[in-house]
């Protein structure tokens, strides 16, 4: 049992390039989250899945798409890099019974954009 | 929009003392969770509160929530230099499913 896996661990980027961000979990939950953690600001909410089939924007969505190819694997893409994207990126997933258990984090994405 | 926040940002206690940290959230929520983060490293579920008045206690860390007041405290008993890391205090945002907005953390240093 993995738990929540993102791939890949560093990345770096120049200005306008394009990637996708993997996360995979196996513990057969619901709903998958997509943060960015930014020194001073604590993580902030860029998208997330309830379930399979469907996604939100959270609080810092812009530059960013999303796709929940299936109850598994929640994908982060950038279409193009900008210097602003520069952080941490950590997926999380939840059993997504409301209140019954709490988000499990991935290990993390640090991207740097030049 | 929801807004969470933490005081202090930053804390230096000695080893052995007592301190709270603070959660303050702008919004009506009865879910609120406490995360436990080591540097270079992913977060680390410490407690989750469901309902008003709930109370959960691990070691030398206890927390609280009032949801009337919309506040949550981190009470820290005894400080060992092992709970030195940053801590975050996360509410969630909607009615169905979980969404979490966090506030910008609390970097715990304790020494000897």
């Known amino acids: 049992n993995a738990g929540v896996t993102q791939t890949p661990k560093f990345q770096v980027l120049k200005t306008g390039q394009s990637m996708t961000l993997q996360c995979a979990q196996d513990m057969n939950h619901n709903s998958m989250y997509w943060y960015r953690q930014d020194p001073g600001m604590g993580l902030r909410l860029i998208y997330y899945?309830?379930?399979?089939?469907?996604?939100d924007k959270g609080e810092v969505p812009n530059g960013y798409n999303v796709s929940r190819l299936n109850k598994r694997e929640f994908s982060l893409r950038l279409e193009s890099a900008a210097p602003s994207q520069t952080s941490v990126y950590f997926c999380a997933s939840i059993i997504g019974q409301a209140g019954k258990d709490t988000q499990y984090f991935g290990p993390g994405t640090r991207l740097t954009v030049l | 929009e929801l807004k969470v926040e933490q005081n202090p940002l930053f804390l230096s206690m000695q080893e052995g003392k007592n301190y709270t940290i603070y959660c303050n959230y702008s919004t009506t929520s009865d879910r609120l969770y406490w995360y436990r983060q080591d540097p270079g490293k992913s977060l680390e579920s410490l407690f989750v509160?469901?309902?008003?008045?709930a109370v959960k206690q691990e070691g030398r860390l206890m927390a609280s929530l009032d949801t009337k007041a919309r506040l949550s405290t981190l009470h820290i008993t005894a400080a060992v230099h092992d709970l030195s890391a940053t801590y975050f205090c996360a509410v969630d945002m909607v009615k169905a499913g979980t969404a979490l907005i966090f506030g910008k953390g609390t970097t715990l240093s304790v020494s000897s």
């Open positions: 899945s309830a379930s399979e089939g469907t996604t």
């Open positions: 509160l469901l309902s008003n008045g």
